[in-house]
């Protein structure tokens, strides 16, 4: 499976500098953080969905993006429904969904290197005073955003082998494999970062 976000294109998002859509994808979740209008988050919603769908992205790709957090989205929101209220749950799902839809029109749309170029240049002044190197904050961005749809992938690759072997699929079966291919994955990116660094 492909684990680039990156759709090629020639929409208007897709001719935005990519800092200018880090940056805007920055304020627009620090806004919606202060937002508790359902009906506003809702517009919210509709928004960055009309961007994913600027990207020229098919509905089999956002698929396969958004189902294995639909059923995280469900499960938090359920709980936060009887914890809290219906109301606050689903304010929570809005703000989640609008903050996720507007992320993949960024990652749609941006090429990786370019928001890797854009970390490492924010990161600079900490690299002239030694406190952070910006190669190695690039490219520690840039490898978690690509482990991001790897999960993704990983999770419905143990899905259907344990389909295949007539095992019952559930979320508790699901948990331990995916932990360990997380944390070996997660090993990986750090020895090539220190790779990098060396």
Wanted: proline share 5%.
């Amino acid at each position: 499976m492909n684990t680039v976000l990156y759709v090629p294109g020639r929409s208007w998002l897709h001719r935005l500098p990519a800092g200018t859509k880090l940056l805007a994808l920055a304020v627009a979740g620090a806004v919606l953080l202060t937002v508790h209008s359902l009906v506003w988050l809702g517009l919210a919603v509709g928004v960055s969905a009309f961007l994913v769908r600027s990207c020229g992205v098919a509905a089999g790709v956002l698929w396969i993006q958004l189902r294995g957090l639909l059923w995280f989205m469900l499960a938090l929101g359920m709980y936060t429904a009887w914890v809290q209220s219906p109301g606050a749950a689903a304010e929570m799902i809005l703000r989640l969904s609008a903050l996720v839809l507007a992320a993949l029109a960024v990652t749609f749309s941006t090429p990786l290197a370019s928001m890797m170029a854009v970390v490492e240049w924010l990161v600079t002044p900490l690299g002239k005073l030694g406190w952070a190197s910006p190669e190695r904050v690039a490219l520690a961005f840039g490898l978690t955003l690509r482990m991001i749809p790897e999960l993704t992938a990983q999770w419905q690759e143990i899905r259907e082998a344990q389909a295949a072997r007539g095992i019952p699929v559930h979320a508790v079966r699901l948990i331990v494999p995916m932990l360990v291919r997380t944390v070996r994955r997660a090993g990986e990116i750090a020895e090539a970062i220190d790779a990098r660094a060396g």
